[in-house]
């Protein structure tokens, strides 16, 4: 049966997709607003969180793609009507990347005073970093594990199931959160910045058991590993890589910032720690759209299905654009409130408002280069999405970078190359997009 494209099965798609992506960096932003609201020593923790949450993502980020190369071809197996062929592919997927992440877990956690030394962290704020950055990263391999479900759920066209685990890790963290930072009178001392670690691990660790349960009796998806090698792993692995690199290219931009903002002083990097968890939510919230262009850009490529491909990037790029002007309108009216869930050192929330409208106003290009980021990913384009940002990461955002530094920008200069990243994430994108499917369309 071909794939439907209307208001009502895009959103079917969309709109638990965004509810599962805003839960991820929902992790991250509770953490950023109870640490940044504790007794004692409260900016030191922000600042350690910020530091830390930059790192942790970027290891996500890198070895987490495996999620997005298994929807992709999941789902263009789908639309092919061959779904079969692929039965025996995650499970063998699933053990190779579980299996890099314990040994990247294995090697940073005997160097992690010089890698958060790299970044510039020192004193009280390095010592907090690395207590944190202890017990959190446990949870590396349950994530990926639980992106790599969720990437054969998408590939299977179902956003539901994905959006439950969310919601019980987002809220079970929130009440650990303020259960282990703050304590309870009588139950539980409080633990301050390693409470919030210790939340974020529990509910990460409850996401990966509901995972493995929602899949083994909601599929017919076995993670028993079965031989001979799928010869598709080899496709997977390829574009995998692919995606690995453009995820160290991302994340040098991340680190870069973070490295840049923690140079500034400690006021700094509390203001940027908010306004990067910011950046990623309104990211993730917009992403529900370009979650359902992965997902049905795959089928509909699987079905041969140009026009609809074409009808599908048009109707996603219109509703995820009234999205990102609604993020916009609620960024601009509660410009102050804002600031203050996260923290109430006047000195970071000075610092934080001085660029904050920078975020806001980019919010309609970012969502142009998230979208289409999620329809080439369905399409297995990850070679493009490699070389793009790539480009985007060293002939813009480094560049812009340090020439804002030499003009001692400070903040601004950090926040004005994201912008010129993500212009040339975007442009390039929709740019490749014409040039590709226009004759296909219209000769279709």
């Known amino acids: 049966m071909k794939a439907e494209i209307n208001f009502k099965s895009i959103n079917k798609l969309a709109i638990p997709a965004t509810i599962a992506g805003i839960a991820e960096p929902l992790l991250s932003i509770t953490d950023t607003a109870i640490v940044g609201n504790i007794p004692v020593d409260g900016l030191e923790s922000l600042a350690a969180a910020g530091i830390v949450g930059s790192f942790l993502s970027m290891l996500i980020w890198i070895l987490g793609q495996t999620r997005s190369a298994i929807s992709a071809i999941i789902s263009q197996y789908l639309g092919a009507g061959r779904i079969e062929e692929v039965k025996t592919l995650p499970a063998q997927a699933i053990f190779l990347n579980i299996g890099l992440s314990i040994v990247v877990l294995l090697s940073t956690i005997f160097i992690v005073r010089d890698i958060f030394e790299l970044l510039n962290a020192t004193g009280k704020i390095l010592e907090y970093c690395i207590s944190y950055y202890s017990i959190r990263v446990w949870g590396f391999p349950l994530t990926l594990f639980v992106f790599a479900v969720m990437g054969i759920f998408r590939g299977l066209q179902n956003t539901y199931y994905p959006m439950l685990i969310a919601i019980v890790g987002a809220v079970l963290n929130v009440g650990l959160d303020f259960a282990f930072v703050y304590g309870i009178e009588g139950i539980i001392e409080p633990m301050y910045l390693e409470g919030a670690a210790w939340a974020s691990l529990l509910a990460q660790g409850i996401m990966a058991v509901m995972a493995f349960i929602l899949l083994v009796t909601k599929t017919d998806i076995s993670l028993k590993l079965k031989l001979p090698i799928h010869d598709e792993l080899g496709r997977l692995v390829v ?170 920008l400070g903040l601004y200069g950090i926040w004005i190359a994201f912008t010129v990243w993500m212009v040339i994430r975007g442009g390039a994108l929709v740019v490749k997009f014409i040039r590709k499917f226009r004759p296909l369309v219209q000769n279709d």
């Open 239 to 408: 574009m995998s890589l692919n995606l690995f690199v453009r995820a160290l290219a991302l994340n040098t931009a991340l680190i870069l910032a973070v490295r840049e903002a923690t140079q500034l002083g400690p006021k700094f990097i509390g203001a940027h720690t908010i306004a990067i968890n910011i950046w990623l939510f309104s990211a993730f919230f917009i992403d529900g759209y370009a979650a359902a262009g992965n997902i049905m850009g795959g089928r509909l490529l699987g079905e041969k299905n140009y026009k609809g491909l074409w009808q599908l990037a048009k109707k996603i790029m219109l509703y995820g654009l009234l999205v990102s002007v609604m993020l916009m309108v609620a960024g601009f009216l509660f410009y102050k409130p804002i600031g203050l869930i996260f923290s109430k050192e006047t000195v970071v929330l000075n610092a934080f408002y001085a660029i904050f409208f920078i975020i806001i106003l980019g919010l309609p290009m970012n969502t142009i280069a998230f979208i289409f980021d999620g329809i080439f990913k369905g399409m297995g384009e990850m070679k493009y999405l490699r070389n793009t940002l790539l480009a985007a990461t060293f002939l813009g955002f480094v560049p812009v970078l340090f020439i804002g530094k030499y003009m001692n």
